[in-house]
């Protein structure tokens, strides 16, 4: 069984080791919980969120012996971690910043926005003590509903720089979402429009009009009524994620837009559950690859444990895999569901 499936099984009791000798850590654990995956044991003990005997530890081969108390601590920091000088800010020096961020705000400044994440991010660095050069460059977007990372520019040189590879597919982005009903593997390669005949931004099969878009989608854990995915992209067109899995009857849980008209059980969420996980790009003034990665927001992590005591655990028929990888995507498009699936304009 997969990893979110043990913390809660773990998360419900504490147990005495009482073997008759000594036995590693992940070898103990995983014999208590009949059914518990290698890898979900070890990410589990990686993170540093097993205590032995009143202390925490990070290592799956630490030896127990008859009488060792183990239990969990969810709120123990991850190994290794240290405080960041904001929590918004995951990497910044005078090229380039690299934000968390969070649900509910735009990426930019817009005449209807009254907050927006580049001024948030210019008060913060301000506050900090960052030595800033002036207003933030945009290189690229994540919509309002989405978390997760995103960076900006911080002078001319390296805007252009960024925008390159952006143009180019070089950077790598890689998304996580949440999608209504079973998702098999799958390149949705569908055009896009900016109005599908509602008002609202969909697909089309015509070759003429929108725009070229392809999304790459795995899935990562079954649930009963939805699958966690992973999407890359080929393109970034605004809403391409949410509107692709719209258009293939999989909308986004909680999307405010693409789940109008979903003929499904639709599960109700107070966020879009879409998150940029992973973002990796070539410095724009030095030799080297940068690459970063967020764990899922505390509320995305919540509403997952919470269909596994809802259900048990994922099904095991899309064998849950740990989310991770190194290439990523770009920002989504739309679509949404009319009659289960996304209108197509033709």
Not at 69 to 74: D, G, H, K, R, Y
Not at 234 to 254: D, K, Y
Not at 280 to 301: G, I, N, Y
Request: hydrophobic share 35%.
């Amino acid at each position: 069984m997969g990893y979110r499936w043990l913390v809660v099984e773990f998360k419900s009791k504490s147990f005495e080791y009482s073997g008759d000798g000594a036995s590693a850590l992940d070898r103990v654990i995983r014999d208590q919980f009949a059914g518990a995956s290698w890898a979900a044991v070890r990410k589990l003990i990686s993170s540093n969120k097993v205590v032995i005997n009143g202390k925490a530890c990070g290592d799956p081969r630490v030896t127990l012996r008859a009488g060792d108390v183990v239990e969990l601590n969810m709120a123990a920091p991850r190994r290794g971690s240290a405080a960041a000088p904001d929590p918004l800010i995951e990497f910044v020096d005078a090229d380039v910043v690299v934000v968390r961020k969070p649900i509910g705000i735009a990426s930019e400044r817009h005449k209807n926005e009254s907050r927006n994440l580049e001024d948030v991010v210019r008060e913060t660095l301000r506050r900090t003590g960052t030595r800033s050069s002036g207003r933030l460059r945009v290189v690229h977007r994540l919509d309002k509903v989405t978390s997760g990372l995103i960076v900006f520019a911080r002078n001319d040189i390296a805007q252009k720089h960024l925008k390159e590879q952006f143009r180019a597919h070089t950077t790598g982005r890689r998304y996580v979402a949440l999608a209504h009903g079973r998702v098999e593997a799958q390149s949705i390669d569908y055009r896009l429009v900016r109005n599908r005949g509602d008002g609202i931004r969909g697909t089309t099969s015509d070759a003429v009009q929108g725009y070229h878009a392809v999304t790459h989608v795995k899935p990562l854990e079954y649930y009963r009524d939805c699958t966690l995915v992973e999407c890359r992209l080929e393109t970034g067109r605004t809403h391409q994620i949410r509107i692709h899995l719209a258009a293939r009857w999989s909308p986004v849980v909680g999307d405010p837009i693409y789940t109008k008209g979903f003929e499904g059980e639709l599960l109700e969420c107070s966020r879009t559950l879409l998150h940029a996980q992973s973002l990796a790009f070539d410095h724009p003034t030095q030799s080297r690859r940068l690459k970063f990665e967020q764990a899922l927001p505390k509320d995305f992590e919540d509403y997952l444990l919470g269909l596994v005591r809802a259900s048990g655990a994922p099904d095991a028929g899309g064998a849950p895999q740990q989310i991770s990888g190194e290439r990523e995507s770009e920002g989504g498009p739309r679509g949404r569901s009319d009659r289960g699936r996304a209108r197509r304009r033709t």
